[in-house]
């Protein structure tokens, strides 16, 4: 197999925080009824996390993790490299219950948002509460940045991860840029 | 003349001055200043010229209420007009022109207006420019644009950048004079999350000029005391430079942050558009000066009362040498004794009340100024400057002058009316006040939330209290009313003591003289930016305007971009007088926001340049480009369009990506089609219902091309649907139609059949897929190897999956070209590998990429339609011909009772043919068959269009499909075609299947 490339292969900007490509993340779209205890188990175990996330809840990082996208819908992150086995491990410990898991790994960009004011980077095209009060670590919103779709959370003290659709992913490099660009610090937080 | 008093003013540092150009001219002024304050100290009193008349016209006002100085400010790609110099921070460097002014601002041709002012009333251009009607558009019109608007529009983009921010508090305060500093404190201190905004980069408002005691220590100490509390509080943010713009429903308010304006030398945006959401909004918005309406009330020189204070105390210039005052109210007695007390010359206070002031007309008697009550200012004398004022009594027609007051400047009062935009933008209600004469804010008609509770609370002067102890009860009690509506318990914690009001109460004075003559009341100046006057309300009344908001638009009261913040309760108190009414019962004019005219930048944001839009982009889109890719928009994706070679025109290069195609082999990135995977037991009934065909009699590993209308039955989307598994399916969809077409299936799913056991994913971005086309396509294929794509291993209609060349292949053997074709999916990340890697296994085969272009003609050569050419929404597969594909077996599709409607069952519904011209052209796009006779409308009579036209290589000739009404049943029958050039061409009718109607190509 040839190498695979992600989006914008790394690219990253320094402005009064950093914004960077993340490069490829397996990342897995499960949809099903997520009270369903069986399901539970083989995401937990796929991912490697201990349960399943509350509403708007990260559990995990991008290197075996879940996310909550909507009340029947999970985002499940794995190793770039082990996706396929996953989405096929899934697909055979689930067999005949209904639910949906595809590989949407290379439909997506990753981007990292690190450094002191990165709450505001965020704040800037998020319609989103992004206060220390209201927003703290594992806490993820599924929304829209600026013109685009998009899902973030925090993964740590001025640390959050923000993914999209690939086709987009120049105008949220760009869009996340220029909200980090010195001279825009808002003070706020 | 204006001039720089020696007493320095409170917020202008002398030691350091500041360069500025007005007009081209160098001038000084001290940091600190404003514009205004600076022209102003270079005895620039007037500024500009009015819209209709070209008055002369000066400043008049000291803050955001200013309707004339407004000025074109910078030059390049920091031009902007409209600026308002009262708001404007000096800073080293800045040019200003002044606007409306034709050739200077001294000499103006456009002033000769003026002299036909008694014919420019009211609704001048209404009765004048309506007949004769055919020169409206020649005459007239060109005529007024070209005369219209102030300033200049820019020329060059704008150099700055600007972002928007969003922002969710408690309470939000608007206004950071004493009254919001106490309500943010109030609230701050129940725990409340707080933000309060300043527009000017000052806090505390009128109070330190207007001076007075808080808690026993000088306002403006009480002030530093307050911010520096405010400053403690972790839960408060205090910015300055922001102003409240708009209120809207759910609390949520813009806040306008002008970053740089003062210091256009910073890397930062220029402006910042706060995007808030507040559970309570407390306006401490204060209160704006009234001016009086005497003759001549519009001489450069004639300034609101307070403004002159202002500038005397906080930038140290005194606006004339000799002011006289003239008021209706107390509060105008400050000024005289202000600028007494800093040694300007005050030759008298006009009073319009038979009885005068209270104890502030004793301090003027006693400061040894001249107090004249009951009387008037007659006429103000001056052209371009005040030179003195015509003294006379207030009851009376002005017409028994007592004597001429000479004067460079006169400071008018007529009361104060508080700031209520904000209060009202979201529906608050206003009630009328006796005694101070002004629309308060009515708080039990406030603007409320979702909940029917209110989410706006005033305070201070925005509620009407103009005493400075009285505002701080007020605004002490409305910021622990709006933490308490916040779920916050307030403090009990005693407001501050402030002075107590004690002045006699103000008369309303809406005409001075009461009974003004004509040719006073037409010199009059309500709105001094768009000239309107006294007479021309009283016209508009008797003219039968009774609606405040109808004689608004008459007259162009308060339409300027001050939107009447002056003008305003003047205009319509002369309208309830003229009609005989209450003022209360004619009412305001609605006001709306922003509270004053907000950068357009701000309003963009981030969304300029490479960030204005989103462009998708497919993982192949960089080779695109690399190779001098034309492209053509498609959606939000840009999509190679043609790739021209050398000097080839687009059209050469289109007919050479056909002719290569057809004959050796063609690659196309057809990354873009949406994708959609449908998964779960109720799948092939849910398809069903979604297409027009049968779904689920499709066998895995077979694909079928399938219809999808809409619920009226209009066509929607079409594509091919693979099966993968038995409860799984691949539904492919237009390139623009993905996102669409994916909500549309969620959404029945969702509302309609939710009890069905079917999940959807989009996964049109997961796959890179490429389209290898021509009869040389599977040579190279093989190529590349691993996969057996033999006649008989993949038939037509069929897909498959493997590793091919090394790459995780979905192949899809189908064609939209009718030549031997395959769609060859790959994970995203490999896509342009996989590109390259075909590129170069084709270069022997003569592969060449082709655009959309090429693939449109291949597809109407093969009679094929296109979503979007000939669909537009209001088309049925049955108008296409396409009737093999809706299933006749099925009960039920979306579509299919929409499709029964009388109108769409009708066999005089125009239909798909091929058309063909005799000589052998291009029809034009969308051009009509034609007949003889005229429709309703006087139209030529139409019984087709066109939907389709190419320049075929492969037929040498012209080809097009079209619906023209019984088309079918009229083959070899030539039709009119009208051209855009008035003439037409004739055009026969024929098959629309150019290409290899037996299929034989794309089944080798």
């Given at each position: 197999m040839s190498e695979a490339i992600s989006v914008l292969a790394g690219a990253n900007t320094e402005g009064f925080c950093r914004v960077?490509?993340?490069?490829?993340?397996?990342?897995?779209?499960?949809?099903?009824?997520?009270?369903?205890?069986?399901?539970?188990?083989?995401?937990?175990?796929?991912?490697?996390?201990?349960a399943l996330p509350e509403v708007r809840k990260m559990v995990g990082g991008l290197e075996g993790g879940i996310a909550w996208m909507s009340p029947d819908e999970l985002m499940v992150f794995v190793p770039y490299a082990q996706v396929v086995d996953k989405v096929d491990e899934l697909n055979s410990t689930l067999a005949g219950s209904h639910f949906l898991a595809v590989n949407v790994s290379d439909a997506r960009a990753v981007f990292g948002i690190d450094g002191a004011g990165a709450r505001e980077v965020i704040a800037k095209v998020a319609p989103v509460d992004m206060s220390p009060e209201a927003f703290t670590t594992g806490d993820l919103r599924r929304t829209r940045i600026a013109q685009v779709a998009a899902a973030f959370w925090m993964a740590g003290d001025d640390s959050f991860r923000l993914i999209c659709f690939r086709s987009v992913g120049d105008y949220a490099f760009k869009l996340l840029s220029v909200s980090a660009a010195k001279g825009g610090e808002v003070g706020y937080f | 003349m204006s001039t720089r008093l020696s007493k320095a003013g409170r917020l202008v540092d002398t030691s350091k001055s500041v360069a500025f150009t007005f007009n081209g001219k160098k001038m000084q002024g001290h940091a600190g200043d404003t514009l205004a304050?600076?022209?102003?100290?270079?005895?620039?009193?007037?500024?500009?010229?009015?819209?209709?008349?070209?008055?002369?016209?000066?400043?008049?006002?000291?803050?955001?209420?200013?309707?004339?100085?407004?000025?074109?400010?910078?030059?390049?790609?920091?031009?902007?007009?409209?600026?308002?110099?009262?708001?404007?921070?000096?800073?080293?460097?800045?040019?200003?022109?002044?606007?409306?002014?034709?050739?200077?601002?001294?000499?103006?041709?456009?002033?000769?207006?003026?002299?036909?002012?008694?014919?420019?009333?009211?609704?001048?251009?209404?009765?004048?420019?309506?007949?004769?009607?055919?020169?409206?558009?020649?005459?007239?019109?060109?005529?007024?644009?070209?005369?219209?608007?102030?300033?200049?529009?820019?020329?060059?983009?704008?150099?700055?950048?600007?972002?928007?921010?969003?922002?969710?508090?408690?309470?939000?305060?608007?206004?950071?004079?004493?009254?919001?500093?106490?309500?943010?404190?109030?609230?701050?201190?129940?725990?409340?999350?707080?933000?309060?905004?300043?527009?000017?980069?000052h806090f505390g408002g009128r109070a330190p000029v207007d001076g007075g005691t808080i808690d026993g220590i000088e306002a403006e100490t009480w002030i530093a005391g307050a911010l520096a509390r405010l400053d403690e509080m972790p839960n408060v943010t205090v910015r300055r430079r922001m102003m409240g713009a708009g209120v809207y429903d759910h609390g949520y308010l813009l806040g306008y942050e002008r970053v740089k304006d003062h210091a256009p030398e910073l890397?930062?945006?220029?402006?910042?558009?706060?995007?808030?959401?507040?559970?309570?909004?407390?306006?401490a918005t204060g209160a704006i000066e009234r001016p009086i309406s005497f003759a001549g009330n519009d001489i450069p020189g004639v300034m609101l009362?307070?403004?002159?204070?202002?500038?005397?105390?906080?930038?140290?210039?005194?606006?004339?040498?000799?002011?006289?005052?003239?008021?209706?109210?107390?509060?105008?007695?400050?000024?005289?004794?202000?600028?007494?007390?800093?040694?300007?010359?005050?030759?008298?206070?006009?009073?319009?009340?038979?009885?005068?002031?209270?104890?502030?007309?004793?301090?003027?008697?006693?400061?040894?100024?001249?107090?004249?009550?009951?009387?008037?200012?007659?006429?103000v004398k001056g052209g371009k400057r005040v030179e003195g004022v015509e003294l006379c009594r207030m009851q009376g027609n002005g017409g028994a002058v007592i004597e001429t007051i000479k004067c460079d400047a006169v400071a008018m009062s007529g009361g104060w009316s508080p700031v209520v935009h904000l209060w009202s933008h979201c529906g608050g209600k206003l009630v009328w006040d006796e005694v101070e004469s002004h629309f308060k804010p009515d708080p039990d008609r406030a603007p409320t939330n979702q909940d029917g509770k209110p989410f706006v609370i005033t305070a201070g002067s925005a509620s009407g209290p103009l005493g400075l102890g009285e505002v701080l009860a007020d605004a002490d009690a409305a910021g622990k009313k709006a933490a308490e509506a916040a779920g916050f318990t307030a403090a009990s914690t005693p407001a501050p003591n402030g002075d107590a009001r004690d002045e006699k109460p103000m008369q309303p004075v809406w005409m001075m003289p009461s009974d003004a003559v004509y040719n006073l009341r037409m010199k009059m100046w309500l709105d001094y930016q768009n000239d309107v006057k006294v007479s021309d309300v009283q016209l508009a009344a008797r003219e039968g305007?009774?609606?405040?908001?109808?004689?608004?638009?008459?007259?162009?009261?308060?339409?300027?971009?001050?939107?009447?913040?002056?003008?305003?309760?003047?205009?319509?108190?002369?309208?309830?007088?003229?009609?005989?009414?209450?003022?209360?019962?004619?009412?305001?004019?609605?006001?709306?926001?922003?509270?004053?005219?907000?950068?357009?930048?701000?309003?963009?944001?981030?969304?300029?340049?490479?960030?204005?839009?989103?462009?998708?982009?497919?993982?192949?889109?960089?080779?695109?480009?690399?190779?001098?890719?034309?492209?053509?928009?498609?959606?939000?994706?840009?999509?190679?369009?043609?790739?021209?070679?050398?000097?080839?025109?687009?059209?050469?290069?289109?007919?050479?990506?056909?002719?290569?195609?057809r004959t050796n082999v063609g690659l196309l990135d057809a990354s873009t089609l949406g994708k959609i995977i449908v998964k779960g037991p109720d799948a092939a009934k849910f398809l069903d219902l979604m297409y027009t065909n049968m779904m689920s009699t499709l066998k895995p590993g077979k694909c079928r091309y399938g219809l999808m209308c809409n619920e009226n039955g209009f066509l929607m989307d079409?594509?091919?649907?693979?099966?993968?598994?038995?409860?799984?399916?691949?539904?492919?969809?237009?390139?623009?139609g993905a996102a669409h077409t994916h909500a549309h299936m969620e959404e029945w799913l969702q509302t309609e059949w939710w009890d069905m056991k079917v999940y959807t994913?989009?996964?049109?971005?997961?796959?890179?897929?490429?389209?290898?086309?021509?009869?040389?396509?599977?040579?190279?294929?093989?190529?590349?190897?691993?996969?057996?794509?033999?006649?008989?291993?993949?038939?037509?209609?069929?897909?498959?999956?493997?590793?091919?060349?090394?790459?995780?292949?979905?192949?899809?053997?189908?064609?939209?070209?009718?030549?031997?074709?395959?769609?060859?999916?790959?994970?995203?990340?490999?896509?342009?590998?996989?590109?390259?890697?075909?590129?170069?296994?084709?270069?022997?085969?003569?592969?060449?990429?082709?655009?959309?272009?090429?693939?449109?003609?291949?597809?109407?050569?093969?009679?094929?339609?296109?979503?979007?050419?000939?669909?537009?929404?209001?088309?049925?597969?049955?108008?296409?011909?396409?009737?093999?594909?809706?299933?006749?077996?099925?009960?039920?599709?979306?579509g299919k009772r929409g499709q029964q409607r009388t109108f769409l069952a009708s066999e005089d519904r125009w239909q798909l043919v091929g058309l063909e011209t005799v000589d052998g052209s291009v029809l034009p796009d969308g051009a009509y068959a034609v007949v003889h006779g005229h429709n309703e409308n006087g139209q030529r009579t139409m019984i087709g269009r066109v939907t389709s036209t190419y320049y075929s290589p492969t037929l040498g000739r012209g080809i097009a499909m079209g619906l023209v009404k019984h088309g079918p049943e009229r083959m070899g029958e030539l039709v009119e075609f009208a051209k855009t050039d008035g003439s037409t061409v004739m055009a026969k009718i024929v098959d629309p299947v150019w290409y290899d109607k037996e299929g034989e190509k794309q089944n080798v």
């Open positions: 960077s490509e993340l490069g490829l993340h397996g990342m897995i779209t499960v949809r099903g009824d997520l009270s369903n205890a069986d399901l539970a188990k083989a995401l937990c175990a796929v991912a490697g996390v201990d | 304050s600076a022209l102003l100290a270079n005895d620039q009193m007037m500024v500009g010229r009015s819209f209709k008349y070209h008055r002369p016209r000066g400043i008049v006002a000291s803050g955001a209420e200013e309707p004339n100085a407004l000025v074109n400010l910078g030059s390049g790609n920091t031009f902007e007009p409209n600026q308002r110099t009262t708001t404007t921070e000096l800073f080293d460097g800045l040019s200003a022109t002044s606007q409306n002014h034709w050739p200077s601002l001294d000499f103006d041709i456009g002033a000769v207006n003026g002299l036909f002012a008694n014919y420019l009333t009211a609704g001048f251009y209404y009765k004048m420019f309506i007949h004769p009607r055919p020169l409206w558009k020649y005459v007239y019109e060109p005529f007024i644009r070209q005369s219209a608007g102030l300033g200049k529009a820019p020329k060059d983009t704008d150099g700055d950048r600007y972002e928007h921010f969003y922002a969710y508090v408690d309470v939000a305060v608007i206004g950071g004079g004493v009254a919001g500093l106490q309500a943010a404190l109030a609230a701050g201190e129940a725990g409340a999350k707080v933000l309060l905004m300043e527009q000017t980069a890397d930062a945006p220029r402006h910042r558009l706060w995007r808030i959401r507040a559970k309570q909004i407390v306006t009362a307070s403004a002159v204070r202002d500038y005397a105390v906080n930038y140290g210039v005194a606006v004339g040498q000799k002011t006289v005052v003239v008021t209706n109210n107390d509060d105008g007695y400050r000024t005289a004794l202000k600028l007494k007390e800093l040694g300007v010359d005050v030759p008298a206070i006009i009073d319009a009340r038979e009885d005068g002031a209270g104890a502030l007309a004793d301090a003027a008697r006693k400061a040894g100024i001249r107090v004249e009550p009951g009387k008037a200012i007659a006429k305007y009774e609606s405040v908001e109808h004689t608004k638009r008459y007259t162009t009261l308060g339409m300027a971009t001050d939107q009447g913040k002056l003008s305003n309760i003047n205009g319509l108190a002369i309208l309830a007088d003229t009609l005989g009414a209450e003022i209360p019962q004619v009412g305001t004019t609605t006001f709306r926001p922003p509270y004053t005219p907000i950068s357009m930048g701000s309003i963009g944001g981030e969304a300029r340049g490479d960030t204005f839009q989103p462009i998708r982009h497919t993982p192949i889109q960089q080779w695109h480009i690399d190779n001098g890719a034309y492209m053509e928009p498609v959606g939000h994706w840009r999509r190679p369009y043609t790739f021209p070679r050398g000097s080839e025109t687009y059209e050469q290069a289109v007919n050479r990506e056909i002719t290569n195609t079409d594509g091919v649907v693979a099966r993968l598994d038995e409860e799984t399916f691949l539904v492919h969809t237009t390139s623009g994913a989009d996964v049109t971005e997961q796959y890179a897929q490429i389209a290898i086309v021509g009869p040389k396509a599977r040579k190279v294929l093989e190529q590349l190897g691993g996969m057996d794509l033999s006649k008989d291993a993949l038939k037509f209609m069929e897909w498959t999956q493997g590793k091919l060349g090394g790459f995780d292949a979905r192949i899809f053997r189908i064609s939209f070209s009718g030549e031997l074709s395959y769609e060859i999916a790959v994970p995203a990340s490999q896509g342009r590998a996989f590109w390259d890697a075909l590129m170069e296994a084709g270069e022997e085969h003569g592969v060449m990429p082709y655009g959309t272009e090429c693939l449109h003609v291949m597809r109407a050569e093969k009679g094929f339609i296109m979503i979007g050419d000939e669909t537009d929404g209001t088309v049925i597969p049955q108008d296409l011909g396409l009737n093999w594909a809706i299933s006749k077996k099925k009960e039920d599709f979306i």
